[in-house]
């Protein structure tokens, strides 16, 4: 999504920049299908009627947004109902989803309300297919036809996925069952960063309050915690924490520990076969060296798609 200083940078498609940067109506609310996941807990299912009908709702509210004066209400406004609708999406509101679109859009200018829109689309995209390849989440074609069915099914979503799609993206009655190795995109990483680096740079402009450590740790720890097993192995917690022993004027060596950080882990978790790193058709990203060992090597479970 957006960085503070207004720049736009991204990835992913969140543009990257939606998970700063990084979907009511009558489509109906999300169903829960009792289907064991990976965790054993019910696996949560969406439909494509649902799914469209989000971001119909979240097209208006930033369109409402484009015609604001972009004050503080206007942005709270935004953000209530973008945030309403995106808590629709499973697992959205439990794993950081709409916290971090939300915070988001108060680094948008009403006149970008076009490039919030796609940014929202985009990290609610992201989103939604890290949760079905982790198995958490069932995407389900509905009757009904929508544009936004592309983002799933067809020729295209397949070229941005690293496993095949069954016509029915795992309806319960497919035969597909989805792969149970989580996969982990350059895209998102980066995205990672972006915010990251985001959240430092205000950090670094702070008087160093408490208040300002708190919202530094917030900030970063909701980024961390889109790493596969960040949270439940402590990675989260370790970077928090180490917030309080830099000052604001060594924001940058902050960013940089904590890229750093984050880069091993991943890297680690791909040597080991936990994750599937893999790098989006097209999309090159400045950091995608950190977690893509060279073309030649077998060090990392990587993909780069075709």
Excluded at 87 to 102: N, S, Y
């Amino acid at each position: 999504m957006k960085n503070g200083s207004g720049k736009h940078k991204f990835s992913p498609s969140l543009d990257g920049r939606l998970e700063a940067r990084q979907v009511l109506s009558a489509a109906g609310t999300v169903a829960v299908a009792q289907v064991a996941g990976t965790d054993g807990q019910p696996v949560q299912t969406i439909d494509t009627r649902t799914y469209n009908n989000i971001l119909v709702n979240v097209h208006k509210a930033v369109v409402q947004y484009g015609r604001s004066d972009g004050g503080p209400a206007a942005v709270d406004r935004a953000a209530m109902q973008i945030a309403r609708q995106l808590d629709r999406v499973p697992f959205a509101t439990e794993q950081g989803l709409t916290a971090e679109v939300a915070d988001a859009i108060q680094f948008y200018q009403p006149n970008e309300f076009r490039q919030l829109y796609q940014d929202i689309h985009a990290t609610t995209v992201d989103f939604l297919r890290g949760r079905a390849v982790d198995g958490d989440v069932l995407v389900m074609k509905s009757r009904q036809h929508a544009s936004t069915d592309s983002d799933f099914f067809g020729p295209h979503a397949r070229e941005g996925m690293t496993f095949p799609f069954p016509s029915v993206l795992w309806n319960p009655a497919a035969t597909t069952t989805p792969p149970r190795i989580p996969t982990f995109s350059t895209r998102t990483y980066n995205s990672i960063l972006v915010n990251v680096h985001k959240a430092t740079t205000q950090f670094g402009q702070s008087a160093g309050t408490q208040a300002d450590y708190d919202r530094a740790a917030s900030l970063i720890g909701r980024q961390i915690n889109l790493i596969p097993y960040a949270n439940s192995r402590g990675l989260t917690a370790e970077v928090v924490d180490a917030i309080q022993f830099y000052q604001p004027s060594e924001a940058e060596i902050l960013y940089g520990d904590v890229r750093a950080t984050a880069s091993a882990y991943i890297r680690d978790l791909a040597t080991a076969r936990e994750i599937h790193v893999m790098r989006p058709p097209g999309l090159i990203n400045f950091s995608d060296t950190d977690i893509l060992a060279p073309p030649d090597s077998r060090a990392f479970n990587q993909t780069v798609l075709r």
